[in-house]
């Protein structure tokens, strides 16, 4: 089977244990030093968390304007309370996959960071060390007025917006809204680490969001190998160096075990 025709592999007979890789990505995964993952909802999608676009996605069932933003939270707090407790009550019930767990053993071989999009925290759960979460945690929470944190699990979460013990102000979710500023030391350090990396796996994301679809380019810029792994074709698809298409709870545990193998021939 001729290598570097991931695509023309007939489905039939591909199993999920023979994918073919080009030569040129394993070439960079023998001699790769720092990685990064810039990860958005699709790697979490095999948890049995909704994406954001697409049919299913949450934002065709809400409108980001009437919960994703600090107007709505002040006029109407326990109605976007509530709905982040019900995205944190999933999250809670959910495990990380099998792709979120293979990019934590990354760290046996690379250094590697972990840049997010995502604030349902389970890279961390999974076992990653460095993650930058560019749009905030869902397991924190802060006072609008203060600025006092109330995180979990020593925080107990209620069904209505809840208020901080010091002064009295609406406590909120650490979580850039529509119109925020993203958290600048996050954003800066994931630029960073992308612009020094030797590769950069874009993993379940559309990439449409800016500032993070910056993420990318800057990794690009820097010489890094870009490698997209998406179900489909997305934005960043002409501009990134190699693409996978398919479930990234299928694909990064067999760049990992391939990781293994060429890594022990050093
Ligand atoms: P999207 O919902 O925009 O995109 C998810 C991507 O994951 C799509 O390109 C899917 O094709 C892909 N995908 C789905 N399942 C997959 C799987 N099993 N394996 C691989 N790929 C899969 O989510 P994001 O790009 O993360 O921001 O969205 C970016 C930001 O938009 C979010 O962080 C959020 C949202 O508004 C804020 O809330 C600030
Ligand atoms: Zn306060």
Redesign the pocket.
Known sequence: MERGTLQHVPRSIKSSTDMQFKDQFLQKLKYAKRIVFF?????S??SGIA????AD???NKMK?EEL?NFDAFMKNPDLVWEWYQHRRDIIHKVQPNT?HFAIAEFEKFYDVTVVT???DNLHKRAGSSKIYE??GNIERNYCVDCYESYNTPNFELTNTAPRCEKCGGLVRPD????GEMLPQDELESGDKAAAWSDICFV???????YP?AYIPMSAKKGGSYVVE????R?ELSRSVDYSIY????E?LPQILEQAKNLRTDL
């Open positions: 990860t958005g909802a699709g790697i999608a095999e994406t954001f676009r697409g996605g949450i934002w980001p994703a792709g999009q995502n604030i560019l749009h979580v850039v809204w529509f993993v379940g994301t559309s990439a449409v969001v993070a792994i998406n179900l489909e997305t398919g479930k990234s709870g694909i």
